[in-house]
C-alpha cells in the first residue's frame, strides 16, 4: 500500500503538476481535464463549458453563493532559447491554492454555496469575460482571488487583503505613407517621422501629476528593403496603463486625437486598433474586511499587510466592472517571489500555497457564513 500523502504533500503535487504541464489562453485541455479528474477524486460536483476551456466546481447549500475565481492559462515566451508555454505568472499556483481550499471547505457545514471558477485565458484578458457571458456570477455576491506577489510587494508570510491592480490598453496601428529613394525624400511620406511625431505626441501628453499613467510606443518595425529607400509604411504597438480607469479613459482619448493632428501634418494614413483593455481594480470595501479579518484570524495580526497597490494588471477586474453590484477583492500573497512576474526564470518560496490556501479556506467559509 503506497503512503498517504499530507495535505501539503498533496497541494505541492498538484502545484508540480500544472508547473510542468502549462498551457496557453484557451488551449488548456489537459489543465481542465486534470482539474476535472481532482474534483472527481474529491466527488465535488462541477461543469465544463460547451466552447470554452475551463469550468466550475461548486460546493455547500442555500440561495446566495459565494465564489472565488483561479485563473489557469501560461505565458507562451521564450526559456532558455526556446519558445514554449511557461507559467512565470504563477497561475499553477492560484489553482493548487484553491484547490487546497476546496479540499477543507468540504468537509464543513456551509450556510451558503461556494463556488470555485477555473477560468481560461487571464493572460489575454479575455476570460473574466467569458464567464461572465456565460453566468458564472449572475448569482454571486462575493468574489475573491487570488495570486502571489513579487518580493518587493510582499515578502513570504505576508498576505494583504486587496490588491489594486492597475488599468492596462493596448493599441496595434499602421501607417500607410510613401515610399521614396535616399536622394529624393521630398518625393515620399516618410513613416520613420510620423513614428517620432507619434513618440513626441505621447511624451506631450500631461495630466494630472499626482495620477499614475504611462503611455509609451513598445514596438516599431519600418523597413524599406533597403538601406537607400525611405519607408512609406511602418507597423508600431503603444502600451497604456492606468492607476484608474478613468485615467485610462483620458489617455485612450487624447491619443485618439493626436493621431488625428498626426495625419494631417504628414498627409499619411494611420489605422489604429485598441485591444486587449484590462481595468483597474474596483475592490469592494465589504469584501476586503472579510478577507482582512480572515487573514488574522488564519495567520495572526502580525501576517496581515496594507492592501497594495501594483502597475500590473489582471483581467479579475472585469468581473466587477460587468457585474458592478458584485462585491469583490483579491488576496495577495507573499511568497518572496524573484525575479518578477512573468520574468522566464520565476520562482518562490512553496510554503506560500499553503498560506494560501489556508487564508482562503478561511475567507471563503467567513463569506459563507456570515
Known amino acids: 500500500m503506497g503512503q498517504v500523502k499530507t495535505y501539503e504533500e498533496v497541494i505541492y503535487g498538484w502545484f508540480e503538476h500544472f508547473h510542468e504541464n502549462p498551457e496557453v489562453s484557451w488551449k488548456e485541455i489537459k489543465t481542465t481535464k486534470k482539474i476535472a479528474s481532482i474534483l472527481d477524486e474529491l466527488k465535488v460536483p462541477y461543469k465544463f463549458f460547451s466552447d470554452v ?64 471558477i477555473f477560468q481560461p485565458a487571464e493572460e489575454t484578458g479575455g476570460g473574466a469575460i467569458e464567464m461572465v457571458k456565460h453566468g458564472v456570477i449572475d448569482d454571486v455576491s462575493y468574489l475573491f482571488g487570488v495570486h502571489l506577489r513579487p518580493i518587493e510587494e510582499l515578502p513570504l508570510g505576508k498576505v494583504t487583503p486587496a490588491i489594486h491592480h492597475g488599468a492596462a490598453l493596448f493599441l496595434n496601428g499602421t501607417i500607410n505613407g510613401v515610399d521614396a529613394h535616399g536622394a529624393r525624400p521630398h518625393q ?50 503603444i502600451d497604456v496603463r492606468a492607476q484608474k480607469n478613468s485615467v485610462l479613459d483620458e489617455l485612450q482619448k487624447r491619443i485618439n486625437e493626436g493621431f488625428k493632428t498626426i495625419i494631417d501634418m504628414f498627409g499619411v494614413e494611420i489605422d489604429w486598433d485598441w485591444v486587449d483593455k484590462t481595468p483597474g481594480a474596483e475592490v469592494s470595501e465589504e469584501a476586503m474586511n ?24 489582471d483581467d479579475f477586474h472585469f468581473y466587477t466592472i460587468l457585474r458592478p453590484n458584485l462585491k469583490a477583492a483579491m488576496i495577495g500573497i507573499g511568497a518572496d517571489l524573484t525575479p518578477g512576474l512573468h520574468h522566464p526564470k520565476m520562482t518562490f518560496k512553496k510554503e506560500a500555497l499553503i498560506t494560501g490556501a489556508k487564508v482562503l479556506t478561511t475567507t471563503l467559509r467567513n463569506a459563507a457564513n456570515e
Open 53 to 116: 476551456t475551463g469550468l466550475v466546481a461548486e460546493i455547500g447549500q442555500g440561495e446566495e453563493v459565494i465564489a472565488v475565481r483561479a485563473d489557469i492559462d501560461a505565458l507562451w515566451q521564450k526559456v532558455d532559447g526556446v519558445m514554449r508555454a511557461n507559467h512565470s505568472c504563477g497561475h499553477d499556483a492560484n489553482i493548487s491554492m484553491v484547490l487546497g481550499a476546496l479540499i477543507q471547505l468540504k468537509e464543513l457545514s456551509l450556510k451558503k454555496r461556494i463556488r470555485f
Open 188 to 237: 515620399g511620406k516618410n513613416a520613420v517621422d510620423v513614428i517620432f511625431a507619434i513618440q513626441q505626441m505621447l511624451k506631450n501628453i500631461y495630466i494630472n501629476p499626482f495620477e499614475v499613467y504611462s503611455a509609451k510606443l513598445t514596438k516599431i518595425v519600418a523597413d524599406g528593403g533597403s538601406i537607400n529607400i525611405i519607408p512609406g509604411s511602418a507597423a508600431f504597438s
Open 290 to 313: 472579510i478577507a482582512k479579518a480572515s487573514i488574522i484570524e488564519a495567520l495572526g495580526t502580525e501576517c496581515l499587510e496594507k492592501p497594495i497597490s501594483t502597475p500590473g494588471s
